[in-house]
C-alpha cells in the first residue's frame, strides 16, 4: 500500500547481491517487479534461461507471491536453481521451503553478499550446499550466515535496472538509496532490524560514501541507515567528504529524535549539504505508549526533537503506531494532534512479526498468520472496534496526512517543484497527489481479510516473558566489539535502550 502511494525506491538489497556476483565472473539480470510485470520475468526466463534465479523476500507480505513466482520458474525451468534471501525470508526460512513444495532449492539467511558465490559454487560443483554459511535446505541448516569482510568492497549494481526514473520519494524524483552504516544498536520491541544483524553496527568509510554519491546520477538520494547519524563524527567525516568533492545532492534520511538532538551539529551540517526530508519514529504521543514500545526517550524529547528538525527548515515525517485496542477517543485524540502539527505523520499498526521481541512476547492471540496481513497496515491482533470501524478510524486518521499534503493542497505549496518535474518528464511525485483514496480505503482493507489463505505462517512459540530473544537472531549477537561506535556514543545508546542485549 505504502509503495503505491508515497515513494517506490530502487532494490538496494538485490543490487549488492548482484555486485558481488558479478565480481565473481557471473552474467547477471534483474529484474524489480516493483515496477516490472510478472510477464517481464517471463519474457527473460523464456529467452534468457538463467542456471539460476534469486529473489529478494525482505517483506513477509511478499512471500507468497515469491512461493508462486518460484512454483512457475520451476515449471518452466526445471533444473535453474531457485533460491530465496533477505530480511523476512531469513526469519522464515524453514516455512519458505515447506509452502514452496520443492520449487525453491535453498533459503541463504542473512548478509547476501558474504556467501552468495559460496553458495553458486556449491551448486555448479554439485558440492555441499549446507556447507554455505546461512544456507537452509529441506536437506538441514548450514553454519551460521556470516557477514562480509567490509563494507567498503561493495558498490550496488545500479546500471542493472531498467527503470531508474521511476524510484522517488515525495519531490525527490527520481531518488537513489544508499548505505551509510548497516546495523542498529538498540532493539526496540516491534522492529526485527537489530535482530537481523545481532545489533552490531557497522560504518562504511566517508571516502567511498562520497566516491559512490559522486557516481550517482540521480538529484535525491535516500540514506537507507536504519537510524542516520548515530556516529556524531561518522556524519561529520562523511559531510567533509562530500563537500570537497562538491557533491550537490537532495537527501532523505532516518532517525531517531534522542540522536538528532545529541548531534546537532551533524543535522545543521547535512542540511546544509542539501538535506531536505527527515523521518522519525516517534512511535506514540503519550509516555504509555513509549514505555511500551522500549522507545526509552521521553515525549518532552520528542517534541523538542520536532522542534529542532522545523528550526532547520527540514521537512519532517512522523511515525506514529496504532495499537488494534485503539478505541474511537484515542483515534480522534490521535487525530486532533496530527491536525494540529504541521508535519507529516505516518500511522502504522502495531504488529508482532517474526524477527521481533512481541512475536516472542505478546500474549494477545493473533488473528491471521497470512503474509499477506503483515504489512503494518493491517491488524492481526484482536481490535476493540469491530475490525470494520477499526479500518474506518484508521483511514479517516490517516486522511488528515491526505488533507495536508496531498491533493491540491500539497501542489500549491510546491507547484514550483511540480512544474520543474514534469517539465523534465518526471511524473510519480505529480501522480502520487491523488492516489490516495484509491489505496487507503476501509473496505479493501477489511476485504484483505476475506481472501484465501494459501500459505500460512508457522505460529510463535506460546508466549513467554522470559522466552530468549537471541534465539531469534539471524546473524548471532557479537557484542561491543560488533559495533563501530565510540565508547560516549555506546554509553548514549545503552541509556537511551532498554531491555536485554
Ligand atoms: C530502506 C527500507 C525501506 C524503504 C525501501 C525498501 C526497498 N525498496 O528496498 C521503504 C521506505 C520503501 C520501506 C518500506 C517499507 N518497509 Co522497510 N525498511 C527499510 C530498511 C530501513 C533498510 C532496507 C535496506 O535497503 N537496507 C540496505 C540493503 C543493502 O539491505 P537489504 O535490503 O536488507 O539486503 C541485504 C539482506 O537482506 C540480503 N538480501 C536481500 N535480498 C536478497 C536476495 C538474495 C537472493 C540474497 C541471497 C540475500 C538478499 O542481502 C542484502 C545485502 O546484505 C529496513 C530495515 C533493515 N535494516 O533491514 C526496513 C524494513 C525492511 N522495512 C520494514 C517495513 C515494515 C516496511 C513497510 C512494510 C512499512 C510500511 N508499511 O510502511 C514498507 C513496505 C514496503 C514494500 N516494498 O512493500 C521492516 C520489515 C518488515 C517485514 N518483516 O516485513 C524492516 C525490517 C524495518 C523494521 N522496522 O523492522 N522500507
Ligand atoms: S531504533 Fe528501534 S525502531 Fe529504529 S531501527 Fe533501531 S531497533 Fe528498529
Same mark, same amino acid.
Given at each position: 500500500?505504502?509503495?503505491?502511494? !508515497?515513494? *517506490?525506491?530502487?532494490?538496494?538489497?538485490?543490487?549488492?547481491?548482484?555486485?558481488?556476483?558479478?565480481?565473481?565472473?557471473?552474467?547477471?539480470?534483474?529484474?524489480?517487479?516493483?515496477?516490472?510485470?510478472?510477464?517481464?520475468?517471463? *519474457?527473460?526466463?523464456?529467452?534468457?534461461?538463467?542456471?539460476? $534465479?534469486?529473489?529478494?523476500?525482505n517483506?513477509l507480505?511478499?512471500? %507468497?507471491?515469491?512461493?508462486?513466482?518460484? *512454483?512457475?520458474?520451476?515449471?518452466?525451468?526445471?533444473?535453474? !536453481?531457485?533460491?530465496?534471501?533477505g530480511h523476512s525470508a531469513s526469519f522464515t526460512a #524453514?516455512?519458505?521451503?515447506?509452502?514452496?513444495?520443492?520449487?525453491?532449492?535453498?533459503?541463504?539467511k542473512g548478509e547476501?553478499?558474504?556467501?552468495?558465490?559460496? $553458495?553458486?559454487?556449491?551448486?555448479?560443483?554439485?558440492?555441499?550446499?549446507?556447507?554455505?554459511?546461512g544456507?537452509?535446505?529441506? /536437506?538441514? #541448516? +548450514?553454519?551460521p550466515p556470516?557477514f562480509?569482510?567490509?563494507?567498503?568492497?561493495?558498490? %550496488?549494481?545500479?546500471?542493472? $535496472?531498467?527503470?531508474? *526514473?521511476?524510484?522517488?520519494? +515525495?519531490?525527490?524524483?527520481?531518488?537513489? #538509496?544508499?548505505?551509510?552504516?548497516r546495523g542498529c544498536p538498540w532493539d526496540c520491541v516491534f522492529c526485527s532490524a537489530w535482530t537481523f544483524y545481532g545489533r552490531s553496527y557497522?560504518?562504511?568509510?566517508?571516502?567511498?560514501?562520497?566516491?559512490?554519491?559522486?557516481?550517482?546520477?540521480?538529484?535525491?538520494? &535516500?540514506?537507507?541507515?536504519d537510524?542516520?547519524?548515530?556516529?556524531?563524527?561518522?556524519?561529520?567525516?562523511?559531510?567533509?567528504? =562530500?563537500?570537497?568533492?562538491?557533491?550537490?545532492?537532495?537527501?532523505?534520511?532516518?532517525?531517531?529524535?534522542?540522536?538528532? $538532538?545529541? @548531534?546537532?551539529?551533524?543535522?545543521?551540517?547535512?542540511?546544509?549539504?542539501?538535506?531536505?526530508?527527515?523521518?522519525?519514529?516517534?512511535?506514540?504521543?503519550?509516555?504509555?505508549?513509549?514505555?511500551?514500545?522500549r522507545?526509552?526517550?521521553?515525549?518532552?524529547?520528542?517534541?523538542?526533537?520536532?522542534?529542532?528538525?522545523?528550526?532547520?527548515?527540514?521537512?519532517?515525517?512522523?511515525?506514529?503506531?496504532?495499537?488494534?485496542?485503539?478505541?474511537?477517543?484515542?483515534?480522534?485524540?490521535?487525530?486532533?494532534?496530527?491536525? /494540529?502539527?504541521?508535519?507529516?505523520?505516518?500511522?502504522?499498526?502495531?504488529t508482532p512479526y517474526p524477527g521481533t521481541e512481541i512475536w516472542l512476547r505478546e500474549?494477545?492471540?493473533?488473528?491471521?498468520?497470512?503474509?499477506?496481513?503483515?504489512?503494518?497496515?493491517?491488524?492481526?491482533?484482536?481490535?476493540?472496534?469491530?475490525?470494520? /470501524?477499526?479500518?474506518?478510524?484508521?483511514?479517516?486518521?490517516?486522511?488528515?496526512? @491526505?488533507?495536508?499534503?496531498?491533493?491540491?493542497?500539497?501542489?500549491?505549496?510546491?507547484? +514550483?517543484?511540480?512544474?520543474?518535474?514534469?517539465?523534465?518528464?518526471?511524473?510519480?511525485? =505529480?501522480?502520487?497527489?491523488?492516489?490516495?483514496?484509491?489505496?487507503?480505503?476501509?473496505?479493501?482493507?477489511?476485504?484483505?481479510?476475506?481472501?484465501? =489463505?494459501?500459505?500460512?505462517?508457522?505460529?510463535p512459540p506460546?508466549?513467554?516473558?522470559?522466552s530468549n530473544v537471541k534465539a531469534v537472531y539471524v546473524h548471532g549477537p557479537a557484542g561491543?566489539?560488533s559495533r563501530?561506535?565510540?565508547?560516549?556514543?555506546?554509553? &548514549?545508546?545503552?541509556?537511551?535502550r532498554?531491555g536485554t542485549n
Open positions: 500500500m505504502y509503495t503505491r502511494v !508515497f515513494l *517506490r525506491l530502487e532494490p538496494l538489497g538485490l543490487e549488492t547481491v548482484a555486485s558481488a556476483m558479478r565480481q565473481a565472473g557471473h552474467d547477471v539480470r534483474l529484474i524489480d517487479l516493483q515496477v516490472e510485470t510478472h510477464r517481464d520475468l517471463d *519474457r527473460i526466463l523464456r529467452d534468457w534461461r538463467p542456471d539460476a $534465479l534469486c529473489f529478494s523476500g517483506y507480505a511478499n512471500i %507468497p507471491e515469491i512461493i508462486d513466482l518460484a *512454483r512457475t520458474v520451476k515449471q518452466l525451468l526445471p533444473h535453474c !536453481f531457485v533460491f530465496v534471501g #524453514s516455512d519458505v521451503l515447506r509452502h514452496a513444495e520443492g520449487a525453491i532449492d535453498c533459503i541463504l547476501g553478499e558474504a556467501s552468495v558465490n559460496a $553458495l553458486l559454487h556449491a551448486v555448479a560443483t554439485r558440492g555441499d550446499l549446507l556447507a554455505v554459511p544456507a537452509v535446505t529441506n /536437506e538441514g #541448516s +548450514g553454519p556470516r562480509v569482510e567490509s563494507l567498503d568492497d561493495i558498490l %550496488p549494481a545500479r546500471d542493472l $535496472l531498467r527503470h531508474r *526514473r521511476k524510484y522517488f520519494i +515525495g519531490t525527490l524524483d527520481p531518488c537513489a #538509496s544508499i548505505e551509510f552504516a557497522r560504518a562504511r568509510s566517508p571516502e567511498v560514501i562520497a566516491e559512490e554519491l559522486a557516481s550517482i546520477r540521480e538529484p535525491g538520494v &535516500f540514506i537507507v541507515d537510524v542516520a547519524f548515530v556516529h556524531a563524527e561518522h556524519g561529520m567525516e562523511i559531510g567533509r567528504a =562530500v563537500e570537497r568533492r562538491g557533491i550537490r545532492k537532495q537527501y532523505y534520511l532516518e532517525t531517531r529524535g534522542d540522536v538528532l $538532538l545529541r @548531534n546537532k551539529d551533524v543535522f545543521r551540517y547535512w542540511r546544509s549539504l542539501g538535506l531536505q526530508y527527515m523521518f522519525i519514529g516517534m512511535e506514540a504521543i503519550d509516555a504509555a505508549g513509549l514505555k511500551a514500545f522507545k526509552r526517550i521521553t515525549l518532552d524529547k520528542n517534541f523538542e526533537a520536532l522542534e529542532f528538525a522545523r528550526s532547520l527548515g527540514i521537512t519532517v515525517a512522523l511515525n506514529l503506531i496504532a495499537d488494534p485496542d485503539w478505541d474511537r477517543e484515542r483515534f480522534e485524540a490521535v487525530r486532533q494532534w496530527c491536525l /494540529e502539527i504541521p508535519e507529516i505523520v505516518n500511522i502504522s499498526v502495531n500474549q494477545r492471540r493473533l488473528t491471521s498468520l497470512d503474509y499477506r496481513l503483515y504489512d503494518i497496515q493491517h491488524a492481526v491482533l484482536p481490535t476493540r472496534l469491530p475490525l470494520d /470501524e477499526f479500518y474506518a478510524e484508521l483511514v479517516r486518521t490517516q486522511q488528515v496526512l @491526505n488533507r495536508k499534503h496531498m491533493g491540491w493542497a500539497a501542489l500549491r505549496g510546491a507547484a +514550483g517543484q511540480a512544474m520543474h518535474l514534469l517539465m523534465h518528464g518526471q511524473t510519480n511525485f =505529480v501522480r502520487m497527489l491523488w492516489r490516495f483514496n484509491s489505496v487507503f480505503d476501509p473496505r479493501l482493507q477489511l476485504g484483505d481479510h476475506a481472501r484465501e =489463505v494459501r500459505y500460512t505462517m508457522s505460529p506460546a508466549a513467554d516473558a522470559s561491543r566489539k563501530r561506535i565510540d565508547e560516549a556514543t555506546e554509553k &548514549f545508546v545503552d541509556e537511551t532498554m
